[in-house]
């Protein structure tokens, strides 16, 4: 099948995006910049980041020749235009900053297909990894659903599930989600293609906590949650960066394992001591090591220079 690819840049995207070229032809990619996106900080994002062009959705679609769209909110009138001259047979997307309209995903053929990294209907919505690990969900899972008006509501084509075990790092979360998503896709269209598909709705079908994104200074942790929960959190998730307010640039600190017993202070203050440093809870210690990071340096000085230039 002709399929037109909706991203990010990043390996979420890729991934799924060299599964599918493997067995389908490639019409078109189009690329779905974040939502305070401009071509300055672009540019700006670039040059930080450069070593990376191997992820980017612009090196990919030269790489395999085909058509490249830059997809911003409220800039791209055109893009239902750019679709109906590619003629695609089918849409896939893994990852977006906005919701796709119908005037686009109506076109092909059979419609368009999404990726979402939940086990639908729960957690619909832009982060769900993130509120997974919040709740200490058991388990996540990949999701392939076509894509209706609504969020993340479109029929279920395929889902599989995996383990999210305690203290368990994002990173290997969502490589395996990856890894896994992108083959239910393949299989997805493969069926798709065959005439074989078979989906379940799920439209009706209540979502028990909507995946928002955090609100801007939003305390997020209740120091009076067991140890466990409170570790396991700042394992899976960047909300760390806010629990350390002072920090170097390129400074991140890792949490590493925590300790009952003995504690001292109110909950949440940072300590050092001989046996390193670690944040007070009131049946431990969540000890916790400094890394310092190229990736992250770059990223604090691109943050850094949105704010200079305003």
Avoid at 75 to 87: A, D, H, I
Avoid at 206 to 227: M, S, T, V
Avoid at 259 to 278: I, L, Q
Wanted: proline share 6%; aromatic share 12%; net charge positive.
């Amino acid at each position: 099948m002709r399929v037109l690819f909706i991203g990010q840049s990043g390996s979420f995207s890729t991934y799924p995006l060299r599964k599918i070229a493997a067995e389908h032809e490639i019409a078109g990619i189009v690329e779905s910049v974040p939502q305070k996106y401009t071509p300055m900080k672009a540019k700006l994002l670039k040059f930080l980041t450069r070593g990376t062009a191997k992820q980017a959705l612009i090196s990919m679609s030269r790489q395999m020749s085909v058509p490249y769209f830059l997809l911003q909110r409220g800039k791209n009138n055109n893009l239902p235009s750019f679709v109906q001259g590619l003629k695609p047979d089918i849409i896939c997307v893994v990852s977006m900053s906005q919701l796709l309209p119908k005037e686009v995903f109506s076109i092909p053929k059979y419609g368009t297909i999404n990726f979402h990294p939940a086990l639908l209907p729960k957690y619909r919505g832009p982060k769900p990894i993130f509120w997974q690990y919040y709740f200490m969900e058991p388990e996540s899972g990949a999701t392939i659903h076509y894509i209706d008006e609504g969020e993340d509501t479109g029929d279920i084509i395929k889902q599989k599930s995996i383990p999210i075990f305690l203290g368990m790092k994002s990173g290997e979360l969502v490589n395996e989600i990856t890894i896994i998503g992108a083959a239910l896709m393949a299989e997805a269209l493969d069926e798709i293609s065959k005439g074989t598909v078979q989906s379940v709705p799920q439209k009706h079908l209540p979502c028990p906590f909507r995946a928002r994104r955090e609100k801007k200074g939003e305390e997020l942790i209740d120091w009076n949650w067991p140890i466990e929960r409170i570790w396991h959190f700042l394992r899976g998730t960047a909300y760390q960066d806010k629990v350390f307010k002072y920090k170097l640039p390129g400074l991140f600190w890792l949490t590493t394992e925590f300790k009952k017993g003995e504690t001292d202070g109110t909950a949440g203050n940072f300590r050092w001591s001989w046996h390193g440093c670690y944040l007070t809870h009131r049946e431990g210690k969540l000890f916790v090591t400094p890394k310092w990071s190229l990736k992250d340096f770059a990223r604090a000085l691109y943050h850094l220079a949105l704010k200079i230039t305003g």
